[in-house]
């Protein structure tokens, strides 16, 4: 499995973007998605992820109701949305792909995804 990020780039404070995830080599209708940021000096952190199902879980509480986590598995694609972005959410995003058990689970721990994209840089500034 491929993973192909895109969509980042330079936006004003209060605005949005859409990241989005391409997979190739393999269908992801057999995988849980997730999406990671890191900056310089910091740990990798989870952001949001996506069962099978369809269902997604928070991991940052500074995103919640204003990022979304989709996926279109007939596009082979998850997407990020982004909206009202803060300079703290400035980072390099990585979406990741996993295979847990679970059809309704998505893990939060970026060591636990095999899977990983080469990441797209944000920067929120004015």
């Known amino acids: 499995l491929q993973l192909v990020e895109s969509g980042g780039g330079l936006v004003q404070p209060g605005g949005s973007l859409t990241l989005s995830c391409a997979a190739s080599?393999?269908?992801?209708?057999?995988?849980?998605m997730g999406w990671f940021r890191q900056v310089p000096g910091k740990d990798r952190e989870g952001v949001i992820c996506i069962s099978r199902r369809g269902s997604s879980t928070y991991h940052l509480d500074s995103v919640k109701g204003r990022f979304t986590i989709s996926r279109d598995n007939a596009k082979n694609t998850v997407y990020l949305q982004m909206n009202n972005l803060k300079p703290e959410d400035a980072a390099i995003y990585y979406c990741a792909a996993d295979t847990p058990a679970g059809a309704t689970f998505c893990a939060s721990a970026a060591p636990l995804y095999p899977w990983w994209g080469q990441g797209t840089q944000v920067t929120v500034s004015s």
């Open positions: 080599g393999d269908t992801l209708d057999d995988y849980a």
